[in-house]
């Protein structure tokens, strides 16, 4: 028995009436997924993540490879689907389906909600890192070999639990309960910061738990991959502290850390802050009416200091400001001999760039979604996003000297991947039909060439 196709009457426009009809055939809203298909052919990322997973099913009875289910659920979260439930329903798209290299008419969906969330719970320790790793090498290849110097930013943040994860635990800074990931990214010579770790810790982790463990490995790809690079670490304060000096000093590190204040510092400074006190009061004497005379004012100082647990003297900037009417100084740690104390500390200022990755991780690609009731099971997650998010670089990259060379994700996913196409197969070909008035084209013409 036959059904008609659902017919719905809407207003009519200039005396035509205006029908919708569900008789398209096969569409798409994601035609986009096909651009990050590309990208992850170019760096081979699926494939080599699929390499470290080890798969104890029987393969008489496997339907579902597990390069395809991380396809999919790398793709998902790049097109905007991070949970595993989307699946029911984007396991039939004949767009995610060809992205995961089946036909769209072959008969046979992607896997399920059950099935994902049962390969995403399988993992374990030892597949973990090896899943790190390979995404950590990949990030690190592509710097190219030339690259003079290496910019290693780490940061901290938090990530919000609703259940009962484990691992999640009440932290006080943050006033909820949480999981506190470490983000790390790369960044060479060209400025492109490159997503290269994410560590999933407790929510009671101190600031450089698992650093030492991400920043070995890391730094030894590197040096594989650019030789006659300087490497440097870049920190907040947080990591401004004697273990991670020490770590930075057994590497051969150049770094540039946050520093938190106290009354020796404080005391060091206090000329400065003489200074700048004199400089305020002759800006608000030459303009009497203006409230705000003064602010903004800044001094940088560089002076040697060594705190009770160093091994020896350090480099220290102290960057005194006046903001609105009150004294405001900043400390950062550095052993970067080639850069002024003003130099040091707007070097350091760069560091804005890993939070803004972080911020396009937790909000374009959902980074914050560990809802599974296992630890490992959600460091899996964030790997998931991790990887989605190096292929979103990957475009990125692709797109300089366009009008979309510093769009962020959320942008690039709604102007060129959310892209509704009818797919239709012919014996020898899969056609995506995009609309004609697409404004994109000459963006997805570029991007393929350069993604080939």
């Not at 004949?94 to 072959?106: I, Q, W």
């Not at 804005?352 to 009731?373: Q, V, Y």
């Not at 630890?375 to 991790?386: G, I, T, V, Y």
């Not at 012919?426 to 570029?446: D, K, M, N, Y």
Request: proline share 5%; aromatic share 8%.
């Amino acid at each position: 028995m036959t059904t008609s196709p659902l017919t719905l009457e809407f207003p009519a426009v200039r005396g035509r009436a205006v029908t919708a009809v569900c008789d398209g055939g096969d569409v798409t809203s994601d035609a986009g997924v096909l651009l990050l298909k590309q990208a992850d052919a170019k760096l081979g990322l699926t494939a080599r993540l699929a390499a470290g997973v080890c798969d104890a099913r029987q393969a008489g009875k496997v339907a579902h490879l597990a390069r395809e289910m991380l396809q999919a659920r790398v793709f998902g979260i790049a097109q905007g689907y991070e949970d595993c439930n989307d699946f029911d329903r984007l396991g039939s798209d004949p767009g995610f389906k060809v992205a995961c290299d089946r036909l769209p008419e072959s008969g046979a969906d992607l896997a399920s909600q059950p099935t994902l969330s049962r390969f995403e719970n399988a993992r374990t320790p030892s597949e973990l890192v090896r899943l790190g790793t390979a995404l950590l090498q990949t990030a690190v290849a592509q710097l190219p070999r030339d690259t003079r110097r290496v910019v290693i930013d780490v940061d901290p943040t938090d990530d919000p639990c609703h259940g009962q994860q484990q691992l999640a635990f009440f932290n006080g800074f943050y006033d909820e309960h949480c999981y506190l990931p470490l983000q790390v990214t790369v960044q060479g010579d060209g400025g492109r910061q490159w997503p290269a770790a994410a560590v999933l810790r407790s929510g009671k982790a101190g600031p450089t738990v698992g650093l030492a463990s991400v920043l070995q490995p890391l730094v030894r790809a590197i040096r594989r991959q650019c030789p006659d690079a300087r490497i440097e670490l870049r920190a907040d304060s947080g990591f401004g502290c004697d273990a991670v000096l020490r770590l930075c000093h057994a590497l051969e590190l150049d770094y540039t850390l946050g520093l938190k204040g106290n009354a020796v510092l404080e005391r060091l400074s206090a000329c400065v802050k003489a200074r700048l006190v004199t400089e305020v009061a002759a800006a608000r004497a030459a303009a009497p009416d203006d409230p705000h005379a003064g602010d903004g004012l800044r001094v940088y100082q560089l002076f040697p200091y060594q705190a009770g647990p160093w091994d020896g003297w350090e480099r220290v900037v102290l960057r005194a400001e006046w903001t609105q009417g009150t004294y405001n100084p900043r400390f950062i740690v550095t052993n970067r001999v080639d850069l002024t104390g003003r130099e040091a500390y707007e070097h350091y200022c760069g560091r804005g760039e890993c939070e803004n990755r972080i911020k396009e991780f937790k909000l374009d690609l959902a980074g914050g979604r560990t809802s599974c009731h296992r630890f490992l099971a959600n460091q899996f997650r964030l790997l998931l996003h991790l990887a989605a998010a190096l292929l979103l670089a990957v475009l990125q990259e692709a797109l300089a000297g366009t009008v979309y060379a510093t769009a962020q994700i959320g942008t690039l996913r709604t102007r060129l991947l959310k892209v509704g196409a009818k797919v239709v197969q012919t014996l020898r070909r899969v056609w995506f039909h995009l609309p004609t008035s697409f404004p994109g084209q000459e963006i997805w013409a570029r991007l393929c060439q350069r993604l080939a």
